[in-house]
């Protein structure tokens, strides 16, 4: 399996953040995030528009687009041969490389772009770990409470019968002194 392939792939990260999600809701987590599929969405886009994960899915008109991309591509390549040869035309396509390369963002507004969605990442990711401790700890309540009582009830039981035990020796301790009492009664008569 290679995971760097995964990591980079948008249907993988939909799927676990989906995954994931289900689970929390499985054990009755609620979030307080309004919209959660949207920001999930529009974060996996930024991504993918940084270039940190690629969406493969493309429709056949963005193929379509593409294919005539290369197409133009190719014929410009091939009006560069032509102007090649003559020194003044290859001056101004120079010139207009040059143009669009430095209209083309920089690298530190692609690292300033990926550095907010990771700190948006870290964010969410804190909120969850956050909801997940708060739901923990209401968890670890209850069951403290059931164990709590279920320990006072075997408790009052074990009185109980402690209680009734000792009634029922006096019953007998009395039962006993009448029938001694009985006996020396009819001894003597």
């Known amino acids: 399996m290679n995971w760097k392939n995964r990591l ?80 003044s035309k290859t001056e101004q396509k120079n010139n207009s490389l040059k143009e669009n390369i430095e209209s083309m963002p920089s690298v530190e507004q692609d690292e300033n772009n990926l550095n907010s969605c990771e700190d948006d990442f870290k964010v969410l990711v804190d909120q969850i770990s956050s909801d997940i401790a708060t739901q923990t700890g209401i968890l670890k309540e209850n069951v403290d409470l059931v164990v709590n009582e279920i320990i006072k009830t075997y408790e009052e039981g074990e009185y109980m019968l402690e209680t009734e035990n000792n009634d029922i020796r ?16 009819n001894d003597m008569d």
């Not at 974060?43 to 963005?62: C, D, H, M, W, Y």
């Not at 006096?170 to 009664?185: V, Y």
Request: hydrophobic content about 40%; cysteine-free; aromatic content about 8%.
């Open 8 to 87: 980079t792939n948008y249907n993988f990260w939909i799927s676990l953040v989906s995954a994931v999600l289900l689970i929390f809701q499985a054990f009755n987590f609620e979030f307080d995030i309004a919209n959660l599929s949207e920001i999930v969405t529009a974060l996996l886009g930024l991504l993918v528009v940084v270039g940190i994960i690629s969406n493969p899915t493309k429709t056949s008109q963005e193929k379509k687009q593409n294919d005539s991309k290369t197409k133009k591509e190719e014929e410009k390549e091939d009006q560069i041969k032509l102007e090649s040869q003559n020194s």
């Open 170 to 185: 006096m019953e007998e301790e009395k039962m006993e002194e009448q029938l001694e009492n009985k006996e020396i009664e």
